[in-house]
């Protein structure tokens, strides 16, 4: 099967540039002996679980099901090849429902406030679980992206240096549990989205600041996501040194659990040219939908990147890219071209294997889009399709 013959809209994800992020990533973990895992989040591509759990130390959940995903489709596959895996899983606060099935799947649990290790922590160590407790050190390094910003005033992620010091005199005036912060085997920090080395090393020094009396207490510290650390110009050696520090500073294990590294640019999402129109402007609407497909380009908001276009102008003809979903601002961008654009016509988005297929809906009753998987021959192979039966089922 050749790109022009896959059924659109598709997502393709490009095995082999997994595999180079992969390589990068293990890359950092030898050298400084630092844990990584997949953000299960970001990329839930199960096909590929095998493959990143023989580059990666496990994979990270944010929930019940992610944590048996990891569990079914990494951890079980490598066992039989003798590998372990571990599953970590973060949740701002934890359902009594679903807390017994955790336990069968996950080795270290990372809760959010006090209150979630007060309710959870004794049968989680009675289990031989890590616990862990995820730490706000206050310190925003990322501008105009308040919703992905957990330092942000008012964030219900994490717990400030002011509310971690209050356990100890609550443990003191009885209203906590005697001995309940010696609990805790961890600290894990996320603050960073799609950022360098240096948002890294700053957010560190706010952790020393407001954390360092309980450093030399826990095992091990969880640096997080959003190191972008397979991008081009990344600075990794800096990422080394910031390893570096916490292991030779405080004897810890250190833990990253980047989603977007192990599959940036990584996948594609493939499109149609249904129809164009005109109104002041060129426009193509397409079989693929902002809203459904890669509604980070609405959320976020960004333009993503396709394949053969020019910036508006840039290039004879320009068009403004659209959904067929009724919102009118199901809008993709405004892109130029070599060639007007027709019915039947190809267009090739670029980075979409990450927030895409774990993001998508079927809003309007829109078809999901086929995922294909490009193996390192460049064979293209469907891997799922999605009919109506997606749709009615989840109404
Ligand atoms: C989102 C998230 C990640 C992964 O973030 P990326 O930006 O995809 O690297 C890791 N850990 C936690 C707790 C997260 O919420």
Redesign the pocket.
């Given at each position: 099967m050749t790109l022009q013959e896959l059924p659109t809209p598709c997502y393709v994800v490009e095995e082999g540039l997994i595999e180079e992020n992969l390589k990068i990533l293990r890359g950092v973990a030898e050298r400084t002996g630092a844990r990584i895992l997949l953000?299960q989040?970001?990329f839930s591509m199960y096909a590929l679980y095998p493959l990143i759990g023989r580059y990666l130390s496990g994979a990270?959940a944010?929930g019940l099901y992610e944590a048996r995903l990891c569990a079914e489709e990494m951890a079980a596959p490598l066992a039989l090849e003798g590998k372990a895996c571990e599953n970590h899983i973060?949740s701002p606060a934890y359902a009594e429902k679903d807390f017994a099935e955790i336990l069968q799947y996950c080795d270290h649990l990372v809760f959010n406030s006090w209150n979630q290790v007060k309710k959870y922590g004794k049968r989680a160590k009675a289990a031989g679980k890590c616990i862990g407790l995820r730490i706000n050190p206050e310190c925003s390094t990322q501008e105009g992206h308040a919703i992905y910003d957990p330092c942000a005033p008012g964030s219900r992620l994490g717990v400030t240096r002011e509310e971690f010091e209050k356990v100890f005199m609550e443990e003191r005036e009885g209203i906590m549990p005697k001995g309940l912060h010696k609990l805790l085997d961890g600290l894990h920090f996320?603050t960073l989205?799609?950022q360098d080395s240096d948002a890294l090393e700053e957010t560190l020094e706010a952790v020393e600041k407001n954390f360092r009396a309980y450093l030399g207490n826990i095992k091990w510290i969880n640096f997080?996501?959003?190191?972008h650390i397979t991008r081009k110009g990344y600075d990794i050696s800096r990422l080394e040194k910031c390893i570096r520090r916490m292991q030779e500073l405080y004897g810890l294990t250190v833990y990253l659990?980047?989603?977007?590294?192990v599959a940036l640019n990584a996948g594609f999402l493939v499109a149609s040219v249904l129809e164009t129109v005109y109104n002041g402007k060129n426009i193509a609407i397409l079989d693929t939908s902002a809203a459904c497909h890669m509604p980070d380009v609405l959320e976020m908001p960004y333009r993503p990147p396709l394949e053969s276009s020019g910036e508006p102008g840039e290039k004879p003809f320009t068009y403004r890219l659209g959904g067929p979903t009724c919102l009118a601002g199901d809008v993709i961008g405004d892109y130029s071209f070599d060639r007007p654009l027709k019915e039947g016509d190809r267009l090739i988005f670029g980075d979409m294997a990450?927030y895409s297929m774990v993001k998508n809906n079927t809003f309007n009753g829109m078809p999901l889009p086929s995922i294909v998987l490009r193996d390192k021959t460049g064979e293209y192979r469907i891997w799922k399709t999605f009919g109506y039966g997606d749709f009615k089922e989840r109404l």
């Open positions: 953000a989040k970001a990270t944010s973060f996320h989205c799609e997080g996501g959003g190191h659990e980047p989603g977007e590294a990450i």
